[in-house]
């Protein structure tokens, strides 16, 4: 499901650079193909988070338990419907999260955390965070 995401965030990437806005993607693990087989859904940078820091210390986690939940079974369908396929390689049980990071001491302009597999973020949102960005001087 997050290569969904990753692919709307994607459409955004002309915006983006217009703007002078980097799209990154930061990963836990590549496991096999799954970077590559990711790539042609996100038009940005990859980087491996080997140490899990960018993770934090405390890992978001949904567990197998999650699986019953009627969201996530409605996000599945919807992805999939979509054409989008998961991997089920490696460890697929961390939330992830989209954040847009401002240039110098503006931090953190909008922070989404997914609450369950599949909760994805509003490109909408995304891009007016990025508009927000004031560029180092």
């Known amino acids: 499901m997050c290569r969904e995401e990753a692919s709307e965030l994607s459409s955004l990437k002309p915006q983006l650079e217009e703007l002078g806005v980097p799209l990154v993607a930061v990963v836990k693990e590549n496991v096999g193909t799954e970077i590559q087989d990711f790539r042609p859904h996100f038009a ?65 302009l909008l922070e989404h955390r997914e609450k369950e597999f599949g909760h994805k973020v509003d490109p909408a949102e995304v891009l007016e965070a990025a508009k927000r960005i004031v560029p180092p001087k």
Do not use: C
């Not at 210390?57 to 699986?67: D, V």
């Not at 390689?89 to 990071?101: A, P, R, S, T």
């Open 44 to 108: 940005g940078d990859i980087f491996i988070d080997e140490q899990k820091v960018f993770y934090g210390p405390l890992r978001r986690q949904m567990k197998g338990l999650g699986f019953i939940r009627l969201g996530v079974w409605q996000n599945f369908m919807r992805a999939w419907r979509s054409g989008y396929q998961g991997n089920m390689n490696g460890e697929g049980f961390v939330l992830g999260g989209v954040f847009v990071i401002g240039a110098g001491d503006q931090g953190v």
